[in-house]
């Protein structure tokens, strides 16, 4: 019993002295390893990667680890040391008692570059069977499409990505209908039955936006890209939405999107102005004010909660009034000057003040219509019909000069002469 047990033990210890571990990649086998590692990476630096080579080879006969012997492989492809590669993974597949997934890769690949497509093809359709990866299916696909037997590579990719819908699998099937096959359609909805359950990811949101632009498809590009948008919130991207919609003059549709994802900015504040929606436009302009502290969005919020409104009251007409002060003391450009005077003219809130606000303006534009109308107009508010009746003379000579509210404005002053003359009588 003695004997059996002790035999027994020895053959235990036998059996693990003749079989010992494989070594972790991270322990240290032979003294000089480090070395060997660095001059092994810097050889690959410089792009000598067959130097790199060599010493990953010695690494692997030393410490026996398989990562070197992986980057040794990786090496010579990169030297394209094609012929060396085949010779070296055609062996070590033979002597192996178990086919490595990645020796048996550097081998198809190093046939590829040799362009030795059938031959690659045979050991590609063992690799996948073995290894069901994307990687090499994708690779499958590469060499049938060498070898023009395009829809052999759609059949291999379609059967992969039904398995786990890799979206790299299928940008590749895209790329295959599309450019190969010429079936455009089919690629496109491909790929949006894919956004539609799985979403639009940067990968498949490119692809989708490189087929719409070669198919000159403005509204599949802009579907896209705010789906793109809501993945990735660029300004790059936001860029493109509001040029696609500009293109087609869809102001409301872009006012819209803009208000839905709150980007206020100066593009939406000119759609307001343009839909003649002040409220909106005032609203908007003062909050980019308080945000930037800008004194021209101050202005713009005086002037479009000035024509906001149809019959302003005393209130708002005193706000408007004070908010353009502020804007003129700190930029007293000809536009608010004007705009100011002409608003304490016209309701009569201050005449003279509003004349001299829009002098101030003319000494920068003598020539201007509307400021001169202005002018003439605080002359008829001050009775003084024969200066206004000058002024407006000279205005309808001028570009603007047959406005319907500086025509209002002149007939006005013709009605005011009449009666002057009929008094002095």
């Known amino acids: 019993m003695f004997r059996t047990t002790l035999l027994f033990i020895m053959m235990i210890l036998f059996a693990a002295c003749s079989a010992p571990k494989p070594p972790a990649p991270n322990e240290k086998v032979f003294e000089g390893e480090d070395l060997y590692i660095i001059y092994a990476l810097r050889a690959e630096e410089v792009g000598r990667y067959d130097i790199a080579a060599k010493f990953y080879a010695k690494l692997y006969n030393k410490a026996h680890k398989k990562e070197y012997l992986y980057h040794e492989l990786q090496s010579m492809l990169a030297a394209r040391q094609f012929d060396a590669v085949v010779k070296k993974t055609t062996q070590l597949l033979a002597e192996a008692k178990r086919i490595d997934p990645k020796i048996f890769r550097y081998k198809v690949l190093a046939l590829v570059h040799q362009k030795r497509y059938a031959e690659a093809k045979t050991d590609a359709l063992r690799l996948v069977e073995l290894t069901k990866k994307s990687e090499d299916y994708l690779l499958l696909s590469d060499i049938y499409v060498k070898l023009k037997k395009y829809d052999m590579a759609v059949k291999y990719l379609e059967g992969a990505y039904s398995k786990n819908y890799d979206e790299k699998i299928l940008d590749r099937i895209s790329i295959i209908l599309f450019m190969n096959l010429q079936r455009p359609k089919d690629a496109i909805a491909q790929l949006e039955t894919h956004s539609r359950m799985f979403g639009c990811s940067e990968r498949i949101c490119n692809r989708l936006l490189s087929f719409y632009s070669k198919l000159g498809d403005v509204d ?141 303006a003319l000494k920068e534009r003598p020539d201007s219509a509307y400021y001169l109308d202005s002018l003439g107009w605080g002359y008829y508010k001050l009775g003084q019909c024969f200066k206004a009746k000058k002024i407006f003379d000279k205005v309808r000579k001028l570009e603007g000069g047959d406005d319907r509210e500086v025509l209002k404005h002149y007939k006005k002053v013709q009605q005011c002469l009449k009666k002057q003359k009929k008094g002095a009588k």
Do not use: C, W
């Not at 004070?322 to 002409?342: R, S």
């Open 220 to 360: 599949g590009m802009l579907s896209v890209y705010k789906r793109y948008y809501k993945l990735k919130k660029s300004d790059g991207i936001l860029a493109k939405i509001i040029q696609l919609y500009i293109y087609k003059k869809d102001y409301i549709a872009l006012a819209k999107f803009l208000e839905k994802h709150k980007i206020e900015n100066d593009i939406l504040l000119q759609l307001y102005v343009n839909a003649n929606e002040f409220k909106k436009a005032s609203r908007l302009a003062f909050k980019l004010y308080k945000q930037t502290g800008n004194i021209d969005y101050l202005g713009q919020a005086a002037i479009y909660e000035y024509e906001s409104s149809e019959h302003p009251s005393v209130k708002l007409l005193k706000r408007v009034a004070q908010e353009l002060e502020e804007v003129v003391a700190k930029k007293p450009t000809p536009l608010y000057l004007n705009y100011l005077g002409y608003l304490l003219i016209d309701h009569e809130i201050d005449v003279k003040k509003g004349m001299e606000y829009v002098q101030r």
